[in-house]
């Protein structure tokens, strides 16, 4: 069996430089996929010059944690307007997960939220070729079942599923480990509802360490099938103070999708470049 990959950068939309470092990416390097962002600030601007692209595929990267959310009714999971500003989405994931498991008003709002935002996004223009989530929440069992809801309401053919592979030496925290776990369990209900996935993934632990060096050590690695690397190129010039955790690393990420060895390399393994959009269900 032939290796496939779908390089994937999340957080499309994000800021103007993320936006324009996944682009370029795209343009210059082996990145083929990427996932909007519809929350933040420069959604409309990505959504629109997307559209310019038609070789990148487009997902929808769902976020109930961070950004200004679409929906006029979510109370519970947004923090009110208050003072002349627009309600918000920040929240810490444990914060989130509480709510939406012990409130079904909560995970109705969730729903009305993520329709909201996939909605957005189809009247910019975009056709979402798959579904993940910011902070991948959508993991969680009570949001991967509404996730599966709306690929299925909105005839989205695929959805990530994190089970994570092993390709180097990096830690793999508790946490990564339990999300790999389930995201087992969402591969099995996303293939009994006829949503595709990869046959593989690789990021969690790498993410923020993709250089070229990286990037040269792994291809060589990859397991046979379909499988997504996710990564999360960008500038660091107009990131907003504290939004997050990856800063500089992001630029680094920028330079090793970009690399024309790391291009050089994929070709030379014969390993074939797509997107979602590429993915059928299991039979």
């Known amino acids: ?41 420069d959604a409309e601007r990505a959504a629109s010059m997307a559209k310019e692209l038609p070789g990148l595929g487009v997902g929808i990267h769902l976020c109930l944690t961070q950004g200004t959310p679409k929906s006029p009714h979510v109370k519970l999971i947004a923090s009110p307007s208050m003072h002349g500003r627009s309600a918000s989405l920040d929240q810490s994931v444990p914060s989130l997960i509480r709510k939406v498991q012990f409130s079904r008003a909560a995970r109705d709002e969730a729903l009305q939220e993520w329709r909201a935002q996939i909605e957005w996004a189809l009247a910019a223009g975009i056709k979402p070729t798959h579904l993940d989530s910011h902070k991948h929440i959508h993991h969680w069992p009570a949001l991967g079942k509404i996730a599966i809801e709306l690929a299925k309401q909105y005839n989205i053919g695929a959805i990530r599923c994190a089970r994570e592979i092993r390709l180097d030496d990096l830690a793999c925290g508790m946490g990564y480990r339990v999300l790999s776990r389930l995201a087992g369990r969402l591969s099995c209900a996303a293939e009994a ?26 291809i060589k690695k990859l397991p046979a099938g379909i499988g997504e690397i996710m990564v999360h190129p960008g500038r660091v010039d ?12 992001r630029e680094l990420e920028w330079r090793g999708i970009t690399a024309p060895a790391v291009v050089r390399r994929l070709r030379d393994h014969g390993i074939e470049l797509k997107n979602y959009s590429h993915l059928t269900p299991r039979p």
């Open 1 to 41: 069996m032939s290796t496939s990959v779908i390089v994937n950068a999340d957080d499309f939309g994000f800021s103007a430089g993320v936006t324009d470092a996944i682009l370029d990416s795209h343009r210059r390097g082996i990145l083929t996929s990427t996932t909007l962002m519809c929350t933040m600030p």
């Open 193 to 218: 509802a006829g949503i595709a996935t990869t046959d593989w993934f690789y990021g969690l632990a790498a993410t923020g360490n993709f250089s070229e060096e990286h990037w040269l050590a792994i």
């Open 238 to 249: 107009g990131l907003p103070m504290g939004s997050t955790r990856l800063v500089s690393q």
